[in-house]
C-alpha cells in the first residue's frame, strides 16, 4: 500500500509559477514510476508527467512540455512537480499518482494504482 499527499496548490496569475509537492508513505519503493494527474472543471481527467522511481526518466504531456518539471527525491520519498509559465487552461485539481507495474500506458489513469486527494490550481489571466 502507499499513500500520496499533495500540497503546494494555490491561486496565481497568468505567467506565474507554483511548485506541487507530493509525499508518499507505506511502501514507495515499490513503485516503478510516479506522476502527475490534472482535472480541469468539466474536463476528463488527464496525464500531465511521470518519473520512474529510480532511473529518473521522464515524460510530458505536449501542453506542459517545456514549462512543467518533474522530480524526485527518493531519500525524502517526495515528488515534485515545478510549474512555469502558467496558463488560465491550467486551472485543475492536480493529482499525485504512483504505478505498481507498467502496462505500457504511462498517459492512461488505469495505469497508475495509487493516487492522491488532490490539489487546487488556479490561474487567472
Known amino acids: 500500500q502507499v499513500q500520496l499527499v499533495e500540497s503546494g496548490g494555490g491561486s496565481v496569475q497568468a505567467g506565474g509559477s507554483l511548485r506541487l509537492s507530493c509525499a508518499a508513505s507505506?511502501?514507495?519503493?515499490?513503485?516503478?514510476?510516479m506522476g502527475w494527474f490534472r482535472q480541469g472543471p468539466g474536463k476528463e481527467r488527464e496525464f500531465v508527467a511521470r518519473?520512474?522511481?529510480?532511473?529518473?526518466?521522464?515524460v510530458y504531456a505536449d501542453s506542459v512540455k517545456g514549462r512543467f518539471t518533474v522530480s524526485r527525491d527518493n531519500a525524502k520519498n517526495m515528488v515534485y512537480l515545478q510549474m512555469n509559465s502558467l496558463k488560465p487552461e491550467d486551472t485543475a485539481v492536480y493529482f499525485c499518482?504512483?504505478?505498481?507495474?507498467?502496462?505500457?500506458?504511462?498517459?492512461?489513469?488505469?495505469?497508475?494504482?495509487?493516487w492522491g486527494q488532490g490539489t487546487q490550481v488556479t490561474v487567472s489571466s
Open positions: 499518482v504512483a504505478d505498481s507495474t507498467y502496462s505500457g500506458s504511462y498517459s492512461k489513469a488505469q495505469e497508475y494504482d495509487y
Open positions: 518519473i520512474s522511481w529510480g532511473g529518473g526518466i521522464t
Open positions: 507505506g511502501r514507495p519503493f515499490s513503485m516503478i514510476a
